[in-house]
């Protein structure tokens, strides 16, 4: 048993000295226990202590495309940033986890190097819809306790082929029956191949014309067709990185007619805008991309008030900036490391700057994820019986955003040089600690996590 004393932890209207009680990797009490003797105390002097932060959307590449990111810099990454659970797609690793094989070959390859717990996201296709498959490799995948199905519009890697809207409504009624949510990268196909094809003809290779082959316009016909499917067949869909406000007023207008949909939106749609793309360049590249000044207060707005339920990083790193400066930015690859990133922009941008109230910011970081993706009320929250994942915020220390200074792979950033007001002082999972300011990143603890 570990007493943790002398922690401020969020109240109704701002933060309590409140003491933790843990035992075996659970949280066994919360309140005044200074009567109680244990055989361990971590006294933490009045720092701010918040649940650990879940990231239901990470690519950690493992194996398959290692020299990005593997499962434990990704992971490490994690610890670092305070994030205590990640939900891993099953694309970014080869073979993808889109069969059971697939999936049991991932983890056996990442078990042993976890710095914070996981998840999975299971994978499905237009070439399983094609040949049939689907309807033995998504209940296999659900009888493993995947969160959920990955699915593309539009994809950018031949190993994940897209699907067709017909294709995405075979797999909807699927996961219907499984009771599982079906994540759309939604980016309309015709439309952006379309305007890829006008800007090759004039040969347009700058970030401009990257732009203006995937307008936000792209988003919105992929958005209100998956809409209508999930409305169809019943199933719940998810929207991953949302980045438009037209995105948003179809999000929330299909919630009003009771359609079962979620969205989640990135970081970097909230932080930055089109015009941050002269100082940042490739550095800051997405798909979907980051969109105009209106869209990130539309983005603010529908976070704080529920239409948007929760943010994601998608983790994305490449080997920089090799990959990142090729010569067109058609060509760079798209992502942006974002784990070490996600609570100190979530908590100076949202929190601090008052658009986010305290209550928000723990849910859109933590608790809005982990009961979407069945992991709630063992993750997600500081309650008696949850798991004892928890950050140790320093609100003393300021410090400034430094790629250079990352556990992932990709020592690069889009924030490089932003200010931020307090900072992980440890970072701890199931009552152990992972990472830790003063001593670095400890021994790998990290556990699967299997949808309940
Ligand atoms: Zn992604």
Redesign the pocket.
């Known amino acids: 048993m570990i007493k943790v004393v002398n922690g401020r932890l969020p109240a109704e209207g701002g933060w309590r000295n409140q003491d933790l009680l843990i035992c075996d990797g659970k949280i066994a009490a919360i309140g005044d226990l200074s009567a109680l003797d244990t055989q361990e105390t971590w006294d933490l002097l009045g720092m701010l202590v918040i649940p650990g932060l879940v990231d239901p959307?990470v690519?950690l590449d493992d194996p398959g495309f290692t020299w990005r990111e593997d499962f434990a810099t990704g992971s490490a990454a994690a610890a670092h940033g305070g994030v205590t659970t990640v939900i891993d797609?099953p694309e970014t690793s080869l073979p993808n986890a889109r069969t059971t094989e697939g999936l049991l070959a991932k983890w056996e390859t990442v078990r042993a190097k976890a710095q914070v717990d996981y998840a999975f996201w299971g994978g499905v296709t237009g070439a399983e819809v094609q040949d049939g498959s689907f309807n033995r490799t998504m209940p296999a995948l659900a009888d493993l306790g995947v969160v959920g199905f990955k699915t593309y519009a539009i994809s950018g890697m031949e190993t994940y082929p897209r699907v067709s809207y017909g294709e995405l409504r075979e797999i909807m009624k699927q996961a219907a029956v499984l009771g599982l949510p079906v994540a759309l990268?939604a980016e309309d196909y015709a439309v952006i191949t379309q305007a890829t094809l006008e800007i090759e003809r004039r040969q347009g290779r700058s970030w401009q014309d990257y732009l203006d082959s995937r307008p936000a316009v792209a988003e919105q016909v992929a958005v209100a067709a998956a809409i209508q499917l999930a409305a169809d067949t019943g199933a719940h869909l998810h929207i991953?990185?949302l980045s438009s406000g037209r995105g948003v007023e179809l999000i929330r207008a299909a919630k009003a007619r009771g359609i079962s949909v979620t969205a989640e939106t990135c970081p970097h749609y909230l932080v930055l805008a089109r015009e941050d793309f002269t100082q940042w360049g490739a550095r800051m590249k997405t798909t979907p991309p980051v969109r105009e000044g209106w869209d990130q207060e539309v983005l603010w707005q529908a976070l704080q008030e529920g239409t948007l339920d929760f943010v994601a990083t998608?983790h994305?790193s490449c080997e920089y900036p090799k990959e990142k400066a090729t010569g067109s930015f058609f060509d760079a690859y798209a992502g942006i490391p974002g784990l070490e990133t996600f609570l100190p922009l979530l908590w100076q941008e949202g929190y601090v700057q008052g658009r986010l109230s305290l209550l928000r910011f723990l849910q859109v970081t933590s608790e809005m994820a982990a009961r979407l993706y069945g992991l709630h009320p063992r993750k997600g929250g500081l309650t008696v019986g949850a798991d004892a994942d928890f950050v140790v915020l320093n609100p003393a220390e300021s410090w400034t955003i430094r790629g250079e200074q990352f556990f992932s792979r990709g020592k690069y950033t889009p924030f490089e040089g932003r200010r931020i007001s307090a900072a992980v002082e440890r970072t701890v999972v199931r009552g152990i600690v992972s990472f830790q300011k003063s001593g670095g990143m400890q021994s790998p603890i990290g556990d699967w996590i299997r949808r309940r």
């Open positions: 959307h690519h797609m990268h991953v990185h998608d994305a």
